[in-house]
């Protein structure tokens, strides 16, 4: 069964870069096929895509987010990571890692995610 | 880029049968699958429809999702309704520019 935990901080301030870590167990994160996409839920409202990578590095943002949005992979320790630049308070959301099937939306693992509240 | 809109909110009776609808803006329906989550208050989403009309293994099949390319929407439906099966439920696809655009959601209401 295949497992998918976010890390980071809680709590980022303004202006800084919001910085999570999807961890993947049950799996290997280098097993062809599959994105690891970043999710994100503003408090009461809907999913936005934030982007996926594959195993090999080759990445695809969301276009509204793309000049600030980073996503990384470390296969050797089967995480993959989220980098948001230049936060603001409408960057304040719960953040979910999920594992896509084939790249176009059909998500089957999705971690519990976590809140990040942009803030001073 | 494309659009899908659902309905804010259904709600209807225990036993009933609902229908949640998501509309595409712009380029076919039947061109790219459609996929359908469900979400409780304070979980991750799940899948309950892929491909359309595909249920995940665990899935009651009182679930069930069409394609209708005379609207350009796709549905979900669910029968029997049950006091479990209210959650947000948001819809989502695809196109070659757009790898994933999700529905903005309906909240089902089951009372």
């Known amino acids: 069964q295949v497992q998918l935990q976010e890390s980071g901080p809680g709590l980022v301030k303004p202006s800084q870069t919001l910085s999570l870590t999807c961890t993947v167990s049950?799996?290997?994160?280098?097993?062809?096929?599959?994105?690891w996409s970043w999710i994100r839920q503003h408090p009461g409202k809907g999913l936005e895509w934030i982007g996926y990578?594959?195993?090999?590095?080759?990445?695809y943002y969301n276009p509204s987010l793309k000049s600030r949005v980073t996503i990384s992979v470390d296969t050797s320790k089967n995480q993959f990571s989220l980098k948001l630049s230049s936060v603001t308070a409408a960057d304040t959301a719960v953040y979910y890692c999920?594992?896509?099937?084939?790249?176009?939306?059909?998500?089957?693992?999705w971690g519990q995610g976590t809140l990040v509240t942009v803030s001073s | 880029n494309f659009m899908l809109t659902q309905p804010h909110s259904v709600s209807e009776s225990p036993g009933k049968t609902v229908t949640i609808s998501c509309t595409r803006s712009?380029?076919?329906?039947?061109?790219?699958?459609v996929q359908w989550y469900q979400q409780r208050p304070g979980s991750a989403p799940t899948t309950v429809i892929y491909?359309?009309?595909?249920?995940p293994s665990g899935v009651p099949d009182r679930f069930s999702g069409s394609i209708d390319s005379s609207s350009n929407s796709a549905s979900l439906t669910i029968s029997g309704l049950k006091t479990e099966d209210e959650a947000d439920y948001y819809c989502q696809s695809y196109d070659s520019s757009n790898p994933v655009v999700f529905g903005g959601g309906t909240k089902l209401t089951v009372l």
């Open positions: 990578i594959y195993y090999s590095g080759s990445t």
């Open positions: 999920a594992r896509d099937i084939g790249g176009s939306g059909h998500f089957d693992y």
């Open positions: 712009s380029g076919s329906i039947a061109s790219n699958y």
């Open positions: 049950g799996g290997s994160i280098s097993s062809g096929g599959y994105y």
């Open positions: 491909e359309d009309n595909q249920r």
